[in-house]
């Protein structure tokens, strides 16, 4: 088997040359703008009808190499199932990328339609995506409200894709395109092999890699879907067999469709923005194998067209290229192994591509293809139909948060650090992960701990000099970032269980630091008085990103991923789709009793949860232009403003009163949250779940609570 360089196969035809930033420019790509509308839809859309409770909607949506007829026989790979199939056509526009408003949007319009339409039949509401190739990416650019005026993120019920390039395709190099397209040129039967050379579709094909995930100039990278969304990728792979006299004489791995290496069709998880999809999206990843023997490729490329006399682009000297006396050497072996791009090599792909069964365009009629097809949808209606978990007997609804047992809490000043001092109050708390939580406070003070999940754990403290005490944390496991409550001081460890001099401090302004968030090294965000800081270096230096009507009001911020950010504080709320520019919008959201918001969770753009002195705010659409925030008014909540949503709906508050409550449908009213008394000395001030198995919260008498399953 050769396969030592088999993805570098398809991703070393980049050496053929590479795309001029002016022929990106001379093609006009651009990045959807904030939530564009949809125009018009495609006539050829499946009209709205004949929906019932009973079965559940899928919409198919094809890829740019087929109009909504290439996803017949998927339709018919479904028959037998409870399931009702709507086609989406964007054929008029797909030589742009998907991000653009007659796709994405188009996209979001439809299938929001359809989850309205079994809304009223007496359904859910929610809809399953069956998506070729680049409507895979279109289904993740139509869930996000960057790119759809009504993006589909609360209607999903699972999505499938075939083929699609999440990591890209060596097919983005334009050199490479124009090398494919003139040696394949079009099929007879008008079957398109790639997007055609110098279009929006073609130049933001490129490969890219994580954690970057960089794309030419102008082009959007395709957002995640929400965590709750599984998501099936189909790789198609083909393999070529030598046999000589028919004895087989060596079988090579192509590691791709001809067109989509399979560590792309694969690459969902580290495709997005920050490089890593949302904790507990649940993945599936098939494989469709194929194997095609080249003393039949002649024949087969002959009866399909290619090799026909006249055909346009037809491949034209491949015949000899193919040849055994060729082939039989080692050249094309050699080029494989180097990846030194030759002719034979160039024909073998090409030849591959053309008859292979599990090929780019072979995956939407292949047996294999289309049972795992049926199969993964098959399971995403078995999920959805399933009934949620039975809540425990409790005063009040249960979530996976009110199973946890909070502890006993602990005054954690290991030093004695606080001696002669009123009392140690610790503003904000920060874990990592299960493994490492880091608490600051006053006076100057650090609490770590490296086993928070114990029952009783194990806390460190030591001070640090600074002018003013922290009153604000964010940390990953390799990066902690603090602010100073006074003098505008923001400092940096990557390691914080090594004492007060792993810390590197980066005075930034005169004004306080009210708040700090990090998702990764390339983003960080800071509230201070004059608005929003943001750091892509690790917190070496952080300029100004945007200010506000009345910057002084605002006093917490969360960053869910590096083009989403939200901030709260008086009666505004802020979000961004583009953090590190002024690009932010202002909502004013007035609370009872003339309360002020105080903390904000955004797991995801999609949810934000924030917690005010006297009501809980919840949005489903906090990057919107105007997004909708819903007040939840809790009995005993008193003087509340500390928050934690480790998901979407899932949240744990604290108030001044030592109260604790939780929910998993947080945007669903009173009832919908449970409450239970901790007995703390103090009020809380801050909370950290990085799971839903740790809650760890920070109260104002120096204290340091923990709650496990």
Not at 71 to 99: E, I, R, T
Not at 130 to 146: D, E, I, K, W
Not at 207 to 230: D, M
Not at 546 to 564: G, H, Y
Request: glycine letters at 10%; charged letters at 10%.
């Amino acid at each position: 088997m050769i396969g030592a360089r088999r993805l570098a196969v398809l991703f070393t035809l980049a050496v053929i040359g590479a795309v001029s930033a002016d022929e990106r420019t001379a093609s006009g790509v651009a990045q959807a703008a904030a939530g564009p509308p949809c125009a018009s839809m495609s006539v050829a859309n499946s009209p709205l009808t004949g929906f019932s409770a009973g079965l559940r909607p899928v919409v198919l949506v094809h890829g740019w190499d087929g109009g909504w007829k290439s996803m017949k026989p998927v339709d018919g790979a479904l028959k037998g199932l409870p399931v009702s199939a709507y086609f989406f056509d964007y054929q008029s526009n797909d030589s742009s990328w998907a991000s653009r408003p007659p796709i994405a949007s188009c996209l979001a319009t439809y299938i929001g339609a359809v989850s309205a339409a079994y809304r009223r039949a007496g359904g859910d509401g929610k809809v399953i995506v069956v998506a070729h190739s680049m409507g895979g990416l279109a289904t993740r650019f139509a869930s996000n409200a960057r790119y759809a005026a009504v993006p589909t993120a609360s209607d999903l019920g699972g999505v499938v894709t075939i083929d699609t390039p999440h990591l890209g395709s060596p097919f983005g190099d334009q050199a490479v395109a124009r090398a494919m397209e003139a040696t394949l040129g079009r099929h007879p039967t008008s079957v398109r092999h790639q997007p055609t050379p110098g279009t929006d579709a073609s130049i933001c094909l490129a490969a890219h890699h994580p954690p970057a995930n960089k794309l030419p100039h102008g082009c959007a990278l395709a957002p995640y879907l929400p965590a709750n969304v599984p998501i099936t990728q189909l790789a198609g792979d083909i393999s070529v067999q030598r046999t000589l006299f028919g004895i087989p004489l060596y079988t090579v791995d192509l590691y791709t469709d001809g067109v989509v290496p399979v560590d792309s069709s694969h690459g969902y998880i580290n495709s997005g923005p920050g490089g890593r999809a949302p904790r507990g999206t649940a993945t599936d990843q098939p494989t469709v194998s194929c194997k095609v023997n080249f003393d039949q490729v002649n024949a087969i490329a002959f009866a399909q067209g290619y090799l026909a006399n006249g055909a346009e682009g037809s491949l034209s000297g491949i015949a000899d290229l193919l040849s055994p006396t060729i082939f039989s050497d080692s050249h094309a072996l050699d080029q494989l192994e180097t990846g030194q791009i030759g002719p034979q090599l160039f024909a073998f792909l090409a030849a591959a591509y053309v008859t292979a069964p599990c090929s780019h365009t072979g995956m939407l009629t292949d047996p294999a293809s289309l049972a795992d097809v049926r199969r993964a949808v098959s399971d995403d209606i078995q999920h959805l139909a399933a009934p949620p978990p039975a809540a425990p007997a409790t005063a009040g609804p249960a979530s996976s948060l009110t199973l946890l047992h909070w502890h006993s809490a602990e005054a954690v000043d290991t030093q004695g650090d606080c001696a002669g001092t009123a009392a140690c109050v610790i503003h904000s708390v920060a874990c990592a992960s299960e493994a490492l939580c880091v608490a600051v406070g006053e006076p100057n003070l650090v609490f770590v701990s490296t086993n928070p999940t114990a029952p009783t754990p194990q806390w460190t403290s030591y001070a640090r000099p600074v002018a003013e005490s922290f009153g604000s944390i964010a940390c990953l496991p390799k990066l902690c970032v603090a602010g100073t409550s006074v003098d505008g001081e923001l400092d940096v460890s990557s390691d914080p269980t090594l004492g007060p001099s792993s810390w590197s401090r980066f005075p930034q302004t005169s004004d306080p630091i009210a708040g700090v968030s990090c998702i990764s090294a390339s983003l960080c965000a800071a509230i201070s008085g004059s608005g929003v800081l943001t750091s892509t270096d690790g917190g070496q230096s952080w300029p100004t990103a945007a200010t506000f009507s009345d910057p002084a009001t605002l006093n917490a911020i969360s960053c869910a991923e590096p083009d989403f950010c939200a901030a709260v504080g008086g009666t505004t709320a802020a979000s961004s789709l583009a953090p590190t520019s002024s690009r932010w919008t202002e909502a004013t959201i007035p609370l009872p009793g003339a309360g002020a918001l105080e903390s904000i969770s955004c797991p995801q753009p999609s949810f934000c949860g924030a917690a005010g002195q006297t009501a809980v705010v919840i949005s489903s659409d906090p990057g919107n232009a105007r997004p909708q925030w819903t007040m939840v008014q809790l009995p005993g909540y008193s003087l509340g403003g500390a928050i934690a949503c480790p998901s979407a709906g899932l949240c744990v508050v604290g108030d001044s009163g030592g109260d604790i409550f939780t929910s998993d449908n947080a945007s669903g009213g009173a009832g919908a949250w449970h409450e239970q008394h901790v007995p703390v000395n103090g009020g809380f001030t801050g909370i950290s779940c990085p799971t839903t198995q740790l809650c760890v919260a920070a109260t104002t008498d120096g204290e340091l609570v923990n709650a496990t399953p």
